[in-house]
């Protein structure tokens, strides 16, 4: 059975997508206990693949033909929605999904999702990333196709839930291209960071400040690149997002700092020296405050190459100043 995932970090003054799964639903053409994790065509394959079954987080999902107005309340898949090729596909997606810019971003919530509002658009698929108010047994009700897609906690989570809805979408190809390029680039980047740097780093989600430790999704990111998280020694690791003291921080005297509070929190280098204790911080002296697309930092599509890659520079950097 497709394991349950949790968000990122649940709501962190907006930083992360909500997309907990504490809830499933199904819908018209599912079954309750999905088998295994990888997408599947039925038996009787329509003359463009269709119809085509996916086990998505919701179980078994039968899509009988291919989409073509597909409304997508997650702005980690709209992403990869248009990475895949199904962008003329979407008709509609949600008010958190800002790229690619010419995705028909709508009023929709997938935080507070109005069942009306999504009927409106006439989807005849809904893809998510968590089933808030019920909604896919809402949906379900008026015999629209579901999936749910929830926030990935490891790589092969992310690489799984891209190859899920290029078979939904009928972009099975493009889905495996994206994914085989995701991994290669990101083996490229790993292969080419610093070895035996020994650098410590910190990454912010808030300025509380909340922290991700190494086993979340965005943990096991700056693990490709050797580093040592100093939120792993939190007492109360909080599913793996501490809300770590001030005084904890300084401490640890991280040598680089990732802050993903930038554009929801105005945080920056001198928002962080301006901290009590904080102005001495090795990262802050040696210039080793980096700032991240708190967008990217966030979200586990495509985009988590941006996100490697932005690392990597910064390791480099660090490792050879």
Same mark, same amino acid.
């Given at each position: ?15 992360? &997508? ?51 107005? &597909? ?26 999904? /800002? ?14 999702? /109005? ?27 008026? /015999? ?20 899920? &809805? ?156």
């Amino acid at each position: 059975m497709r394991p349950v995932r949790t968000a990122f970090a649940g709501a962190l003054l907006g930083t992360v &997508i909500l997309a907990g799964c504490g809830q499933t639903g199904t819908t018209s053409g599912t079954s309750a206990a999905p088998t295994s994790a990888a997408p599947s065509a039925s038996s009787a394959s329509g003359s463009a693949g269709f119809p085509v079954t996916v086990e998505a987080g919701n179980g078994k999902v039968t899509i009988a033909k291919k989409p073509e107005r &597909i409304v997508s309340l997650s702005a980690t898949h709209t992403e990869t929605l248009f990475a895949i090729g199904a962008g003329p596909q979407v008709v509609a997606v949600d008010d958190q999904s /800002n790229y690619p810019a010419e995705a028909p971003k709508t009023d929709l919530s997938g935080f507070k999702p /109005n069942v009306e509002a999504i009927v409106a658009k006439q989807p005849d698929l809904v893809i998510l990333s968590n089933d808030q108010d019920q909604i896919i047994a809402e949906l379900g009700k008026v /015999n629209i196709p579901v999936l749910l897609e929830p926030a990935a906690t490891k790589l092969d989570e992310a690489y799984e839930e891209i190859a899920e &809805i290029g078979a939904a979408t009928g972009n099975q190809a493009k889905a495996d291209e994206v994914v085989s390029g995701m991994k290669t680039e990101l083996d490229k980047l790993a292969a080419g960071a610093p070895k035996d740097a020994k650098l410590t780093y910190y990454h912010e989600l808030d300025q509380t400040p909340y922290a991700a430790t190494s086993q979340t999704f965005i943990g096991q990111i700056y693990g490709l690149f050797g580093l040592t998280n100093i939120a792993d020694k939190a007492p109360d690791a909080a599913g793996g997002y501490p809300k770590l003291s001030a005084e904890f921080v300084a401490q640890a005297d991280p040598d680089l700092i990732f802050l993903a509070d930038v554009k929801c929190c105005q945080q920056n280098k001198d928002a962080v020296a301006k901290r009590p204790g904080w102005k001495d911080l090795s990262a802050v002296k040696k210039d080793r405050v980096i700032e991240l697309d708190d967008d990217i930092a966030s979200r586990w599509g495509p985009r988590v190459v941006d996100l490697a890659r932005a690392i990597g520079d910064a390791v480099g950097k660090a490792a050879t100043s």
